[in-house]
């Protein structure tokens, strides 16, 4: 069955870093969109990064652009999401989720990862 597992999340402090994992199994993710989203105590879910391996194409939302990294390791079917200079409005549970290349939808999700950044 396909699956992805977050991990990596934590508290710290601001200004402070951490590094999420998003493991995959079931499919190989080369060619797969995987993004990394995340929801905020009373906030809308938003996309954060994604990053397509095979393109080698990437995308950040505005407010974590130069702080925050998305990279893919393809032999261990892993995409990981370096986040540094961590702001309080960081804090949020963290999802993975995966979209086919030619689905409409992120269709694979993980169960998330929580991340509470500290003033």
């Known amino acids: 069955e396909v699956q992805l597992v977050e991990s990596g999340g934590g508290l710290v402090q601001a200004g402070g870093s951490l590094r999420l994992s998003c493991a995959a199994s079931?499919?190989?993710?080369?060619?797969?969109?995987i993004g990394w989203f995340r929801q905020a105590p009373g906030k809308e879910r938003e996309g954060v990064a994604c990053?397509?391996?095979?393109?080698?194409?990437?995308y950040y939302t505005d407010s974590v652009k130069g702080r925050f990294t998305i990279t893919s390791d393809s032999a261990k079917n892993t995409v990981y999401l370096q986040m540094n200079s961590l702001k309080p409005e960081d804090t949020a549970v963290y999802y993975c989720?995966?979209?086919?290349?030619?689905?409409?939808?992120?269709?694979?999700w993980g169960q998330g990862t929580r991340v509470t950044v500290s003033s």
């Open positions: 989720a995966a979209k086919a290349p030619q689905s409409e939808s992120y269709e694979i």
């Open positions: 079931g499919f190989t993710f080369d060619a797969y969109a």
């Open positions: 990053i397509v391996s095979r393109e080698g194409t990437t």
